[in-house]
């Protein structure tokens, strides 16, 4: 073989190598969206339970507020969830998340786009599952998670099934009541 | 032969005048001729100090120059949106889940809705939309107001910002919640009493601890040649003051940096520097300068242009030298005036007090023995709009009278400075103190409901009282001709249980 022919050939099978090699020193989209999740799930879970059933629900020493300045009350876990995800979108732009359900209190935190449409349904259907795709949005794609949120205490499901402006009041502890979905922009 | 000569003079002049504007805008000078449009209230006190708003840099794209513009909004409004508990913050739109709303209105941007420059089309609030812009958002589907809200079935979008009904930013007295928990309140409640401003009142409630021991006349460090001015009772109410009582001497204010006798007589000034009351009137001083009275001092506006660091960010350092004195004092930068003249407000005032300019002790007598705070004078001194006129006869200049002369318990006089400077408490250390910006809490007026009207009168019918223009401009001689329903729709849904049903 004429020796450029050779250059060429352990040119290709150099790039055949480096390539996948340089790749797997990324950690997948879906793998940072799980790690992300399991501290976000965790957190608000130990808020819930620890902070809010306990205090407001067992010991009945303050109660859980919407306005809780004006009320001099506790944090809803909701808000907490919301307050960490502004305080990281001042922070960075790697990722996006919020809390959204297809039955919310509050109807700016129902499903906008198609995915979180088909995620929020995809996980309240399919128990135990999470739901994974790509979107574009605002001329970026995405690659979002959907993970479903269940009601971790008696404080998540008596409150939503007291609240005025809950469309459903039929849930019971451990039913999936909305979701979490964590977007990160790739490259499309 | 004139054509040529025509030609050359055409050139000339263009070449001149371009020179000219290129200066005022690259080097200094007064750039008042470049005003486009008229600027809104507050910022026409420092509408030539460009670089307040425009800080990008010069030939920057105008995504960049926008930016730019949009952070020095947040700047100086930042914080006050953030107490007043923003219903449309930005970090609600920046959410990439938001994309489709950024097409039809894009919040993330100050701009979006509020442009300078163009007074044809600024309404109140300095918004600059047709009032319908809640359509954008609550229109369709499930965010479609009208098919939430049986109430509101067959309201537009123009009347969502109404009185007493919707604020973008400010919700704080009108929040579905705190209307229904407020919805049987009287339209007076008892006792009508200001409790802020009856603790402030309180003999002793005003200083937190002396400065130092109370001051004598022999210990009131001023030049014995300045002391000699003064009548002997004039020096005697001095030191009966407030200030002497709590140790704040002469100098303090005088001659601030004098360490020693010698120091003291060479410092002196008649005149004292404002930062003199900053420094132990923190809270007061710095909302004095949020508000129209003391804007020219906030310490975001830009200080003027110098001509040495102007010409050496174009890389023609020292050539200010060069320049004939005449060209020099033409591209100095005018300062915006340090102080504002009364004259120069844009609301009706006096003639008389024209000349004068706002400083603290423009409403404050430092040496006065008496304690009680300018409240009703001062302010008519110069406001002559028909709000200040119709308030000498009215109910709650009744109530300042009477608890002026003692009949009336404390906290239940109703002054201007009792709607319009409320008492406030500081969020940083929790203390109460007199707010100095009166425009904080003025457009919308609904946010002088929770600080002020709500200290004696019920939520609805303040709501009533505010919403009715005739009944604000007579100085609230009589009750509201109007009712807003919203308390009511609100309480209704409750009570009906409508929000399960929907």
Known sequence: MPAHKIKLAAAVVAAGVAVPAMAADGIAPQKVADMLHAVMNSDRTVYTRLVVNRLANKEGVIKASEHFEDDKALPLPAQMFRFGAEMVADQTEEFTYSLLSLWPVNKQNAPKTDAEKEGLEYVAENVGENWYGEEELGGQTYFTAVYADTGVAEACVSCHNEHKDSPRTDFELGDVMGGVVIRIPIDG | ?502
């Open chain 2, 1 to 502: 032969m004139r054509t040529p000569l025509l030609w050359l003079l055409w050139t000339v002049l263009t070449l001149a005048g371009a020179a000219a504007v290129g200066a005022a805008v690259f080097i200094g000078g007064d750039r008042t001729p470049m005003l486009l449009g008229e600027t809104t209230g507050v910022h026409h006190q420092f509408e030539t100090a460009c670089e307040s708003c425009h800080g990008a840099e010069p030939l920057s794209s105008t995504e960049d120059a926008l930016d730019a513009l949009n952070e020095s909004c947040r700047t100086c409004h930042d914080e006050e949106l953030k107490l007043s508990d923003d219903s449309h913050p930005r970090k609600k739109f920046r959410d990439p889940r938001m994309a489709d709303y950024w097409a039809k209105l894009d919040a993330r941007a100050c701009t979006t809705c509020h442009i300078e420059h163009e007074p044809e089309i600024t309404r109140p609030g300095a918004v600059t939309l047709a009032m319908d812009y809640c359509i954008a958002c609550h229109a369709d589907g499930e965010q479609d107001v009208r098919a939430e809200r049986e109430s509101h079935a067959g309201l537009g979008f123009e009347t969502c910002a109404s009185a007493g009904c919707h604020n973008f930013h400010d919700n704080r007295a009108l929040y579905e919640d705190f209307l229904v928990k407020h919805a049987d309140d009287p339209w007076l409640l008892d006792p009508p009493v200001a409790a802020n401003a009856a603790a402030l009142r309180a003999p002793d409630a005003r200083f937190a601890k002396p400065v130092g021991e109370p001051l004598t006349l022999a210990r009131a460090e001023a030049p014995a040649a300045v002391l000699a001015r003064f009548p002997q009772q004039e020096l005697a109410a001095w030191a009966a003051s407030a200030h002497a009582e709590t140790g704040v001497n002469c100098a303090a204010c005088h001659a601030p940096r004098a360490k020693d006798e010698a120091a003291l007589a060479a410092e002196w000034s008649d005149a004292f520097d404002l930062k003199a009351c900053a420094k132990c009137h923190r809270n007061q001083a710095q909302s004095w300068t949020e508000g129209r009275h003391g804007m020219a001092f906030h310490k975001d506006v830009a200080n003027p242009r110098k001509l040495d660091k102007q010409l050496k960010s174009l890389g023609l350092a020292g050539l200010e030298e060069d320049l004939p004195a005449a060209i020099r004092a033409w591209l100095d930068d005018p300062a915006p005036a340090p102080q504002m003249t009364v004259a120069a407000a844009r609301i009706p005032m006096k003639a008389e007090a024209g000349h004068a300019v706002l400083s603290c002790a423009s409403c404050h007598d430092p040496h006065a023995p008496e304690r009680a705070p300018a409240r009703v004078e001062t302010c008519a001194g110069c406001h002559d709009d028909d709000h200040t006129k119709a308030y000498f006869g009215s109910r709650h200049h009744e109530l300042y009278l009477a608890e002026l002369a003692g009949e009336g318990p404390p906290g239940s006089g109703v002054g201007c400075a009792d709607c319009h400077m409320p008492k406030v408490e500081d969020p940083a250390s929790g203390r109460v103190f007199t707010t100095h910006n009166p425009n904080a809490y003025l457009r919308p007026n609904e946010k002088m409901i929770r600080p002020v009207c709500m200290d004696c009168h019920g939520l609805g019918f303040a709501i009533d009282a505010l919403a009715d223009p005739a009944l604000a401009a007579n100085n609230f001689k009589g009750r509201p001709a109007v009712h807003v329903p919203g308390i009511d729709w609100a309480a209704r849904r409750v009570t009906t249980g409508e929000a399960a049903r929907q």
